[in-house]
Protein backbone atom coordinates (compact mmCIF):
# COMPACT_ATOMS: atom_id res chain seq x y z
CA UNK A 1 0.00 0.00 0.00
CA UNK A 2 1.28 3.61 -0.78
CA UNK A 3 0.98 5.92 1.80
CA UNK A 4 1.38 9.30 1.12
CA UNK A 5 0.68 10.92 4.73
CA UNK A 6 3.35 8.90 6.35
CA UNK A 7 5.07 10.23 8.87
CA UNK A 8 8.22 10.04 11.39
CA UNK A 9 5.73 10.07 14.28
CA UNK A 10 4.91 6.33 13.27
CA UNK A 11 8.43 4.62 14.30
CA UNK A 12 11.73 5.79 16.32
CA UNK A 13 14.48 4.42 14.71
CA UNK A 14 18.03 5.81 16.05
CA UNK A 15 19.62 5.70 12.72
CA UNK A 16 17.71 5.93 9.01
CA UNK A 17 20.00 4.36 6.12
CA UNK A 18 19.29 5.20 2.41
CA UNK A 19 20.28 4.37 -0.91
CA UNK A 20 21.29 6.99 -3.26
CA UNK A 21 20.62 6.64 -6.85
CA UNK A 22 16.88 6.53 -6.88
CA UNK A 23 16.78 7.53 -3.46
CA UNK A 24 18.07 10.94 -3.51
CA UNK A 25 18.23 11.44 -6.93
CA UNK A 26 16.39 10.36 -9.78
CA UNK A 27 18.16 7.67 -11.20
CA UNK A 28 16.88 7.57 -14.71
CA UNK A 29 18.05 10.86 -15.19
CA UNK A 30 21.80 10.42 -14.51
CA UNK A 31 22.12 6.70 -15.33
CA UNK A 32 20.09 6.63 -18.68
CA UNK A 33 22.15 9.42 -20.07
CA UNK A 34 25.16 7.96 -18.69
CA UNK A 35 24.68 4.23 -20.56
CA UNK A 36 23.40 5.79 -23.58
CA UNK A 37 26.64 8.41 -24.44
CA UNK A 38 28.71 5.36 -23.12
CA UNK A 39 27.03 2.89 -26.43
CA UNK A 40 28.18 6.22 -28.42
CA UNK A 41 31.57 6.15 -27.34
CA UNK A 42 32.00 2.45 -26.88
CA UNK A 43 30.87 2.38 -30.99
CA UNK A 44 33.30 4.58 -31.94
CA UNK A 45 36.02 3.03 -30.09
CA UNK A 46 35.25 -0.23 -31.41
CA UNK A 47 33.85 0.33 -34.39
CA UNK A 48 31.15 -1.94 -34.03
CA UNK A 49 27.55 -1.91 -33.55
CA UNK A 50 27.13 -3.14 -30.19
CA UNK A 51 24.69 -0.40 -28.45
CA UNK A 52 21.59 -3.26 -28.65
CA UNK A 53 24.01 -5.31 -27.64
CA UNK A 54 25.03 -3.70 -24.42
CA UNK A 55 21.67 -2.04 -23.76
CA UNK A 56 20.79 -5.87 -23.04
CA UNK A 57 23.27 -6.50 -20.82
CA UNK A 58 23.05 -3.88 -18.66
CA UNK A 59 19.80 -3.69 -18.66
CA UNK A 60 18.43 -0.66 -20.53
CA UNK A 61 14.98 -0.27 -22.21
CA UNK A 62 15.87 2.21 -24.99
CA UNK A 63 12.53 2.24 -26.34
CA UNK A 64 11.16 3.87 -23.11
CA UNK A 65 14.66 5.30 -22.17
CA UNK A 66 14.30 3.70 -18.86
CA UNK A 67 16.98 1.49 -16.53
CA UNK A 68 15.61 -2.33 -16.05
CA UNK A 69 14.62 -2.51 -12.34
CA UNK A 70 17.13 -5.26 -10.85
CA UNK A 71 19.62 -4.68 -13.80
CA UNK A 72 23.31 -4.58 -13.46
CA UNK A 73 22.92 -0.60 -14.33
CA UNK A 74 20.21 -0.51 -11.35
CA UNK A 75 22.44 -2.08 -8.98
CA UNK A 76 26.09 -3.37 -10.08
CA UNK A 77 28.73 -1.21 -9.16
CA UNK A 78 30.94 0.89 -11.57
CA UNK A 79 33.76 -1.50 -11.78
CA UNK A 80 31.18 -4.74 -12.97
CA UNK A 81 29.89 -2.11 -14.99
CA UNK A 82 33.23 -1.35 -16.96
CA UNK A 83 34.26 -5.60 -16.51
CA UNK A 84 30.38 -6.17 -17.96
CA UNK A 85 30.90 -3.79 -20.92
CA UNK A 86 34.26 -5.14 -21.45
CA UNK A 87 32.58 -9.14 -22.11
CA UNK A 88 30.05 -6.94 -24.43
CA UNK A 89 33.05 -5.81 -26.48
CA UNK A 90 34.20 -9.32 -26.86
CA UNK A 91 31.27 -10.61 -27.91
CA UNK A 92 31.03 -8.47 -30.56
CA UNK A 93 33.98 -9.63 -32.10
CA UNK A 94 37.46 -8.04 -30.48
CA UNK A 95 40.09 -9.56 -28.63
CA UNK A 96 40.25 -9.26 -24.79
CA UNK A 97 43.30 -6.88 -24.95
CA UNK A 98 41.51 -4.54 -27.75
CA UNK A 99 38.03 -4.95 -25.52
CA UNK A 100 39.84 -3.13 -22.56
CA UNK A 101 41.68 -0.63 -24.67
CA UNK A 102 38.24 0.40 -26.58
CA UNK A 103 36.55 0.54 -23.41
CA UNK A 104 39.49 2.55 -21.36
CA UNK A 105 38.72 5.00 -24.71
CA UNK A 106 34.87 5.33 -23.93
CA UNK A 107 34.45 5.12 -20.25
CA UNK A 108 33.55 7.78 -18.55
CA UNK A 109 31.35 9.19 -15.19
CA UNK A 110 28.51 10.50 -14.93
CA UNK A 111 29.07 14.33 -13.90
CA UNK A 112 27.92 13.89 -9.85
CA UNK A 113 26.68 17.42 -9.77
CA UNK A 114 24.58 18.03 -13.24
CA UNK A 115 23.21 14.89 -13.24
CA UNK A 116 22.06 15.12 -9.60
CA UNK A 117 18.62 15.39 -9.53
CA UNK A 118 17.12 15.46 -6.02
CA UNK A 119 13.43 13.69 -6.04
CA UNK A 120 12.60 15.54 -3.03
CA UNK A 121 13.59 19.24 -0.62
CA UNK A 122 16.61 16.97 0.58
CA UNK A 123 18.45 19.51 3.05
CA UNK A 124 14.39 19.63 4.68
CA UNK A 125 14.41 15.88 4.66
CA UNK A 126 17.94 15.99 6.37
CA UNK A 127 17.75 18.57 8.31
CA UNK A 128 14.74 17.67 10.36
CA UNK A 129 15.88 14.40 10.79
CA UNK A 130 19.16 15.81 12.38
CA UNK A 131 17.00 17.73 14.34
CA UNK A 132 14.94 15.04 15.63
CA UNK A 133 17.90 13.10 17.04
CA UNK A 134 17.83 10.71 14.14
CA UNK A 135 21.00 9.69 12.54
CA UNK A 136 21.76 9.07 8.58
CA UNK A 137 23.66 7.41 6.33
CA UNK A 138 24.56 6.39 2.87
CA UNK A 139 24.58 2.87 1.68
CA UNK A 140 25.41 3.18 -2.48
CA UNK A 141 26.43 0.83 -5.28
CA UNK A 142 28.18 3.94 -6.75
CA UNK A 143 31.95 4.68 -5.39
CA UNK A 144 33.01 7.12 -2.71
CA UNK A 145 34.45 9.98 -4.53
CA UNK A 146 31.43 11.13 -6.73
CA UNK A 147 29.28 10.32 -4.01
CA UNK A 148 30.71 12.68 -1.53
CA UNK A 149 30.68 15.05 -4.82
CA UNK A 150 26.83 14.62 -5.17
CA UNK A 151 25.72 14.95 -1.40
CA UNK A 152 27.83 17.91 -1.06
CA UNK A 153 26.17 19.60 -3.94
CA UNK A 154 22.69 18.29 -2.88
CA UNK A 155 23.39 20.12 0.41
CA UNK A 156 23.63 17.23 2.55
CA UNK A 157 26.79 16.17 3.33
CA UNK A 158 26.75 18.18 7.08
CA UNK A 159 24.10 15.69 7.80
CA UNK A 160 25.21 12.37 7.22
CA UNK A 161 26.98 10.38 9.40
CA UNK A 162 28.25 7.31 7.89
CA UNK A 163 28.71 6.66 4.18
CA UNK A 164 29.82 3.14 2.79
CA UNK A 165 30.21 2.90 -1.11
CA UNK A 166 30.94 0.23 -3.96
CA UNK A 167 34.74 1.00 -3.54
CA UNK A 168 34.70 0.08 -0.06
CA UNK A 169 35.81 -3.39 -0.31
CA UNK A 170 32.37 -4.97 1.31
CA UNK A 171 30.20 -7.41 -0.70
CA UNK A 172 27.34 -4.94 -2.67
CA UNK A 173 23.82 -4.96 -1.59
CA UNK A 174 21.69 -7.26 -1.70
CA UNK A 175 24.27 -8.48 0.69
CA UNK A 176 23.63 -7.18 4.14
CA UNK A 177 27.85 -6.20 4.72
CA UNK A 178 27.42 -2.49 3.64
CA UNK A 179 24.60 -1.73 6.24
CA UNK A 180 25.94 -3.95 9.42
CA UNK A 181 29.31 -2.38 8.79
CA UNK A 182 27.21 1.53 8.73
CA UNK A 183 25.51 0.03 12.33
CA UNK A 184 29.07 -0.76 13.81
CA UNK A 185 30.39 2.63 12.99
CA UNK A 186 27.84 4.30 14.44
CA UNK A 187 27.47 1.96 17.29
CA UNK A 188 23.66 1.57 16.55
CA UNK A 189 22.05 -2.02 16.66
CA UNK A 190 20.25 -2.85 13.49
CA UNK A 191 16.96 -3.88 15.53
CA UNK A 192 16.57 0.14 15.80
CA UNK A 193 17.51 0.93 12.07
CA UNK A 194 15.45 1.86 9.44
CA UNK A 195 16.21 1.13 5.82
CA UNK A 196 14.68 3.84 2.71
CA UNK A 197 15.26 2.52 -1.02
CA UNK A 198 14.00 2.31 -4.46
CA UNK A 199 15.09 -1.40 -5.12
CA UNK A 200 14.76 -4.70 -4.24
CA UNK A 201 18.15 -5.21 -3.97
CA UNK A 202 18.47 -2.66 -1.14
CA UNK A 203 15.06 -3.95 0.93
CA UNK A 204 17.02 -7.95 0.86
CA UNK A 205 20.04 -6.75 2.58
CA UNK A 206 18.13 -4.82 5.16
CA UNK A 207 16.56 -8.01 5.74
CA UNK A 208 19.37 -9.94 5.47
CA UNK A 209 20.78 -7.25 8.14
CA UNK A 210 18.16 -7.64 10.46
CA UNK A 211 16.47 -4.53 10.13
CA UNK A 212 13.34 -4.38 10.94
CA UNK A 213 11.81 -1.72 9.14
CA UNK A 214 12.08 -1.16 5.36
CA UNK A 215 10.93 1.82 3.86
CA UNK A 216 9.94 1.46 0.01
CA UNK A 217 10.49 4.19 -2.66
CA UNK A 218 9.08 4.73 -6.20
CA UNK A 219 11.52 7.38 -7.20
CA UNK A 220 13.83 5.05 -8.62
CA UNK A 221 12.89 2.32 -11.19
CA UNK A 222 11.44 -0.25 -8.85
CA UNK A 223 7.41 -1.23 -9.25
CA UNK A 224 5.47 -0.90 -6.23
CA UNK A 225 4.23 -4.35 -6.70
CA UNK A 226 8.19 -5.87 -6.91
CA UNK A 227 8.80 -3.56 -3.73
CA UNK A 228 5.82 -4.58 -1.33
CA UNK A 229 6.27 -8.10 -0.36
CA UNK A 230 9.73 -6.93 1.10
CA UNK A 231 8.68 -3.54 3.07
CA UNK A 232 6.44 -2.12 5.56
CA UNK A 233 5.45 1.06 3.74
CA UNK A 234 5.91 2.26 0.11
CA UNK A 235 6.30 6.09 -0.38
CA UNK A 236 6.59 8.17 -3.37
CA UNK A 237 9.55 9.68 -2.32
CA UNK A 238 11.61 10.05 0.57
CA UNK A 239 9.59 13.58 1.12
CA UNK A 240 6.93 11.82 2.62
CA UNK A 241 9.47 10.67 5.52
CA UNK A 242 9.14 13.58 7.07
CA UNK A 243 4.99 15.25 5.97
Known sequence: MVESSFSL???SPALIIFDKDGTLID??????SWVTELSHRLVRS??????NMLYRAIGYDEANARVIAGSPLAAHSMANLRELTIRVAQDAGL????AEQAVAEAWFIPDPVAMARPVA?????????R????LTAIATSDDRAPTEITLKALGIAPYVNALVSADDDLPNKPAPDMLLHICRLLDVEPSHTAMVGDSVADMQAAEAAGIPFRIGVLSGVTSRELLAP???????D???LVG
Open 27 to 32: FNFMWA
Open 9 to 11: AEF
Open 131 to 134: ARNI
Open 238 to 240: IGS
Open 46 to 51: TNCALA
Open 95 to 98: SRQA
Open 121 to 129: DLPRVFSTL
Open 230 to 236: YVQVVLS
